[in-house]
């Protein structure tokens, strides 16, 4: 019996079916999700991306930090994420709709970064990180990131953007415009806001009133 | 050509054959020198990724060789390298060979072959240079993703025009899976592609878009090639046919239905929808389904024992590659359970499950299909029996020590970070499982020694397909138990 065409149509129809389920619903159901408009606020949440903000997004893809971050935290049923202090709460869909590529990673060799902003207080926190890992956290095995900082002779004064690292004497550290725009992302990086759907993940605080009416997304 | 001389008494020196391997040699044995290129090429790679766990300053100086561009390197050149290569070469001669028809115009397929070939090597270099799209297997900039598509629109031209010669008018079921196969390829790319790479779906909708499309170059091209591959050549070394033969169609559909949303369980407890996650973890326990039945076809056939005068080389790995597809299958099962997942989800248990499938099961499955099939092109035995041997151990041990150690490292890891107490610091995380990683980096070690040996033997092959006559005196790695495939 000849069941090359009965092949190809079944290969068809499964091909569609999938695509169907998990890409299409999917699409269809994003597309009703928005940012949240907060009146009293009068601001709109998650908040949109300054240019600085992209551009640092776009160097934390090249560089494929995500091989060794995440950025998703758990609910308190799934590990320890709460508890280790990654988040206030659960990390929700809403919190991602101006990431333009949005990077959930697979695989914890580092903390988990979606909050990250939250934990370090300055800029130059981050770029002690960047630039000597084994100095800010000891024993960490986060790789350093010379290449983002440019070293130089100090002529004249030394310049106020200057890593306060071990360097020769007469030279200083200066952040690159890579590493300014990477830090930015970092320090944007803070999800705080509760939408309505967060109740359910962010079982602490009280959810607002009108909360039930909007519940996609979650 | 006229293979009589060196396969006598075969069935497969009927003369019509000359002619087919005549159509299909030059391109095939190029896929199969490519493939074992880019094999040894990712395991230096997956190498030097395994070392920079342990040394974070190794090669941590310049953008290009920073682990974050490593790795995805290293998976890129496995699975568009090495996999689709390899995938080509079998694909091309599963279907020349059972439906019984020549190819076209090799010269055609050579070339697409050689822009494959170079889409590779144009999208890992944009990885390096810091392009990457950001998506899992999908990292390629996107103008390497026009080049491969363009090369797999000639290579996969070319089996279509072999199917549609076809005199064979039975389908066996190794050609389901390769005609199926040949016909998702372009449409998960395309759909992939076009949601990511080229449009824009929002927030998380990438995530789910690029597990399902990762895990589809496996589910609905990879693992169907290498399975058809299985099912090709249990029953022709084995010289009987598959057991439970009927059955496996409902193998072969249920395996599609449920592996193509397998990647979705990756997601469960990520900011998805709930259906997005039950979907893929409930698919993942359906996997049973196929499992049980494709097991009876494997297990049942290979149980039977093994013909006087041996089985040759494939055999061996085939069978390792089909016990593979079982046990990955099983693990599969194992790390959908919520509350193991709890520990082992965003782990090194992940990516231990990535070398499981396409190391263990597919990889092996295609170099069992390879050491059947270029001595039938070269017309000659395969220059170093040794060197087969010495691949087929290091190959094992290699699989079994990366697979082991980095399941054992996911372990640890997940545990200690879900411990907040015992582990405040991540620095304690790291040091309480960076043993098992230099395991694994031994482990690449060990299957890089196999790789080589494997790679030096498909150049001696081919300087003899080209420069070597014709053999007289076939080795006993050419035992020939007879055909069964076509007539049953």
């Known amino acids: 019996m000849n069941r090359g065409p009965y092949i190809f149509l079944g290969a068809f129809a499964l091909l569609a079916f999938s695509w169907t389920a998990a890409i299409l619903a999917n699409q269809l159901g994003y597309g009703t999700l928005t940012p949240h408009y907060d009146a009293m606020e009068g601001k709109s949440f998650p908040a949109p991306q300054p240019g600085i903000v ?12 995500a091989a060794c971050h995440t950025q998703q935290v758990r609910r308190a049923d799934l590990g320890g994420d709460l508890t280790r202090g990654w988040g206030e709460r659960a990390s929700v869909a809403r919190d991602y709709l101006h990431e333009k590529t949005v990077q959930l990673g697979h695989n914890r060799i580092g903390p988990d970064l979606r909050n990250v902003g939250a934990r370090y207080e300055s800029p130059e926190d981050f770029y002690q990180l960047l630039y000597a890992p084994e100095q800010a956290l000891p024993g960490s095995n986060m790789p350093a990131y010379r290449f983002l900082f440019e070293e130089s002779k100090i002529s004249g004064e030394r310049s106020k953007d200057a890593l306060d690292v071990a360097v020769a004497p007469g030279y200083q550290v200066i952040p690159t415009e890579r590493a300014r725009s990477l830090v930015a992302y970092l320090s944007y990086l803070e999800d705080v806001y509760a939408y309505p759907e967060t109740q359910y993940v962010y079982p602490e605080k009280e959810a607002s009133d009108d909360a039930a009416a909007e519940e996609e997304g979650q | 050509m006229d293979p009589d001389s060196s396969l006598p008494q075969s069935p497969d020196s009927r003369p019509e054959w000359a002619e087919i391997d005549a159509s299909i040699k030059v391109p095939v044995l190029f896929f199969v020198y490519a493939a074992a290129a880019w094999l040894v090429t990712a395991t230096v790679l997956g190498f030097i990724a395994s070392v920079q766990l342990v040394q974070p300053a190794f090669l941590a100086d310049c953008a290009w060789t ?15 390298g090495w996999g689709f290569n390899a995938a080509f070469a079998v694909l091309i001669w599963i279907s020349a060979r059972l439906c019984r028809a020549p190819a076209p115009q090799w010269g055609i397929t050579l070339v697409g072959a050689l822009f494959w070939n170079i889409g590779v090597k144009l999208g890992l270099i944009g990885i390096m240079i810091g392009q990457s799209t950001g998506h899992f297997l999908m990292e390629m900039p996107g103008y390497a993703a026009a080049v491969l598509f363009v090369s797999y629109g000639i290579i996969g031209a070319s089996v279509a025009i072999i199917y549609s010669r076809r005199r064979e008018g039975n389908l066996f079921v190794s050609q389901w899976y390769g005609l199926a196969a040949l016909f998702w390829f372009p449409w998960v790319f395309t759909i992939g592609q076009a949601a990511l790479v080229f449009g824009s779906i929002r927030g998380t909708g990438q995530a789910i878009t690029a ?43 249920s395996f599609a239905l449920f592996a193509t949303f397998g990647g979705l369980a990756y997601l469960a407890g990520s900011p998805v929808p709930g259906w997005v996650q039950a979907l893929g973890v409930s698919s993942n326990f359906m996997m049973l389904v196929p499992l049980v ?21 494939a055999l061996r790995f085939i069978k390792f590659g089909a016990i593979a597809f079982l046990v990955a299958g099983l693990m599969i099962k194992v790390f959908s359970v919520p509350q193991i997942y709890v520990t082992t989800q965003l782990t090194f248990v992940n990516e231990a499950m990535n070398q499981m499938h396409w190391y263990a099961f597919v990889s092996m499955s295609f170099i069992g299909a390879i050491y059947f099939i270029v001595p039938r092109l070269a017309t000659h035995a395969w220059p170093s029996g040794a060197l087969i041997t010495a691949h087929f151990w290091s190959s094992v041990a290699g699989v079994v020590i990366v697979v082991a150690s980095l399941v054992l490292a996911g372990i640890a890891q997940g545990g200690a970070i879900n411990d907040v107490e015992a582990y405040p610091l991540f620095a304690d995380i790291s040091a309480h499982y960076s043993g098992y990683l230099v395991g694994a980096a031994l482990g690449f070690l060990t299957l890089l020694v196999g790789q080589l040996a494997f790679l030096v033997n498909i150049l001696m092959a081919i300087y003899q397909a080209c420069f070597g006559g014709r053999v007289t005196d076939p080795t006993p790695l050419f035992p020939q138990p007879p055909v069964l495939e076509v007539n049953s």
Do not use: E, Q
Not at chain 1, 54 to 65: H, I, K, Q, S
Not at chain 2, 215 to 234: E, K, T
């Open chain 1, 54 to 65: 992209a551009r640092g997004a776009m160097v934390y893809t090249d560089l494929g930090c």
């Open chain 2, 66 to 80: 920073t682990h974050g561009r490593i790795v995805p390197l290293a998976r890129n050149a496995l699975i568009y």
């Open chain 2, 211 to 253: 597990v399902w499309y990762g895990h589809n170059i496996y589910a609905l091209f990879l693992a169907p090639i290498a399975l058809g591959a299985i099912y090709y050549l249990l029953p022709k070394r084995l010289g009987r046919p598959i057991a439970g033969y009927n059955w496996a169609a409902l193998g072969f559909w």
């Open chain 2, 293 to 313: 039945v494709i097991g009876y076809n494997f297990l049942g056939t290979m149980l039977g024992g093994t013909p006087a005068g041996g089985s040759g080389p």
